[in-house]
């Protein structure tokens, strides 16, 4: 069985130029809801920065994309 791609149409591999998302878009990139980042810009439980330009908040996905790998991790017997 094949799982559909579920990348937003504003992803990096569509528009490679682009580098930077904004709250929405980051949280729909990593499956998250925009309160959970709103929330962890107050609490840093994940240690993602981003960039506030008046009140406009902007994370670059490459940046992103590093946190996370370093926060992954595999529990032996978990499902994927």
Do not use: C
């Amino acid at each position: 069985m094949k799982l559909e791609s579920r990348q937003p149409s504003w992803y990096p591999a569509q528009h490679p130029d682009r580098r930077y998302a904004d709250t929405q878009e980051t949280a729909e990139y990593l499956r998250v809801s925009a309160a959970f980042l709103q929330k962890n810009r107050k609490t840093g439980t994940v240690p993602l920065p981003f960039i506030k330009l008046s009140r406009k908040v902007l994370y670059d996905l490459d940046i992103v994309d590093q946190v996370m790998a370093a926060h992954s991790r595999f529990v032996a017997g978990d499902a994927a």
